[in-house]
């Protein structure tokens, strides 16, 4: 059974920073893409962020470029997500993915998210 599980969310100040971890399991994770999301109040979800397998490949939403940065360590089963100068408007639940094809629009596994909540 697949398992991804998200952590590091929670209330930081404008320009601040956090680091998003998802620890994946029951998967082989090298073998998957894996993606951020996220769904801020009263809003779709969004796609933030993706990185490929091995980490050569990243695209970003544009409203993030510049500032978040995805990477993963594949002997830790992990992905994170480092946020650099948070806005308020980045305040919503994150969630993590996974995907087997790259060039896929639709994940085949989610996480249960954590909230980051920017204050201004």
């Known amino acids: 059974q697949v398992h991804l599980v998200e952590s590091g969310g929670g209330l930081v100040q404008a320009g601040g920073s956090l680091r998003l971890s998802c620890a994946a399991s029951?998967?082989?994770?090298?073998?998957?893409?894996m993606g951020w999301f996220r769904r801020a109040p009263g809003k779709e979800r969004e796609f933030v962020a993706t990185i490929s397998p091995l980490g050569r490949r990243t695209d970003y939403t544009d409203s993030v470029k510049g500032r978040f940065t995805i990477s993963r360590d594949n002997a830790k089963n992990t992905v994170y997500l480092r946020m650099n100068s948070l806005k308020p408007e980045d305040t919503a639940v994150y969630y993590c993915a996974a995907k087997l094809n790259y060039d896929s629009d639709s994940f085949d596994y989610w996480g249960q998210g954590t909230q980051v909540t920017v204050s201004s």
């Open positions: 029951g998967l082989t994770f090298r073998s998957f893409t």
